[in-house]
T-cell receptor
Framework: GAVVSQHPSWVICKSGTSVKIECRSL??????MFWYRQFPKQSLMLMAT?????????EQGVEKDKFLINHASLTLSTLTVTSAHPEDSSFYIC?????????????FGPGTRLTVL | TQLLEQSPQFLSIQEGENLTVYCNSS?????LQWYRQEPGEGPVLLVT?????EVKKLKRLTFQFGDARKDSSLHITAAQPGDTGLYLC????????????FGTGTRLKVLA
């Protein structure tokens, strides 16, 4: 299989605090990991792409200083939402792919629901 | 910018009925994936199609990739309540990038 886990599955925090979300590929090595956010009843929007050992590539309109991504190993990527505000409340989903090619399937984690009060 | 439009957006049908979901674009894709997502969970891969005109079957689900690789369809035969969920198509553009472009989504509800 290709299992991807996320931790935590949900988190509630106060406005102004930072929150870290972990994404792990459990049974394969992920050269590339992706971070998405999904608002209620909407599709997934790509936030950034991270390759192990290099800086993440952010999509247009996504603040790299607010959403810090670290891909320190082939099985772990983290997304830190810094100085979170209520508008950052969303469902954050990561995915992992074995390679960097266009035919590499992305396997998705179960998501993390962030609520900022 | 949403490059992949799905239709219909919402669909509520009775158990046993057939349905088709469409995923359309003006762009060419090197591959296209279909996922199903349940509330509060991540998307689960159903199928990947890569060849124009390709047809793949997964039990009661039939997936087709358009000849020009710009569109795809998902047909469900004899829908069951367990088919309820959000269906998402996701395409990869043949421009050297491996990023997915997700469709707008189709929310299906199958009533018992």
């Amino acid at each position: 299989g290709a299992v991807v886990s996320q931790h935590p599955s949900w988190v509630i925090c106060k406005s102004g605090t930072s929150v870290k979300i972990e994404c792990r590929s459990l049974d394969f090595q992920a050269t590339t990991m992706f971070w998405y956010r999904q608002f209620p009843k909407q599709s997934l929007m790509l936030m950034a792409t991270s390759n192990e050992g290099s800086k993440a590539t952010y999509e247009q309109g996504v603040e790299k200083d607010k959403f810090l991504i670290n891909h320190a190993s082939l099985t772990l990527s983290t997304l830190t939402v810094t100085s979170a505000h209520p508008e950052d409340s969303s469902f954050y989903i990561c995915s992992a792919a074995r390679g960097r090619g266009s035919t590499d399937t992305q396997y998705f984690g179960p998501g993390t629901r962030l609520t900022v009060l | 910018t949403q490059l992949l439009e799905q239709s219909p957006q919402f669909l509520s049908i009775q158990e046993g009925e057939n349905l088709t979901v469409y995923c359309n674009s003006s762009s060419v894709f090197s591959s296209l994936q279909w996922y199903r997502q349940e509330p509060g969970e991540g998307p689960v891969l159903l199928v990947t199609v890569v060849t124009g005109g390709e047809v793949k079957k997964l039990k009661r689900l039939t997936f087709q990739f358009g000849d020009a690789r710009k569109d795809s369809s998902l047909h469900i035969t004899a829908a069951q309540p367990g088919d309820t969920g959000l269906y998402l198509c996701a395409g990869v553009k043949p421009s050297g990038t491996y990023k997915y472009i997700f469709g707008t989504g189709t929310r299906l509800k199958v009533l018992a």
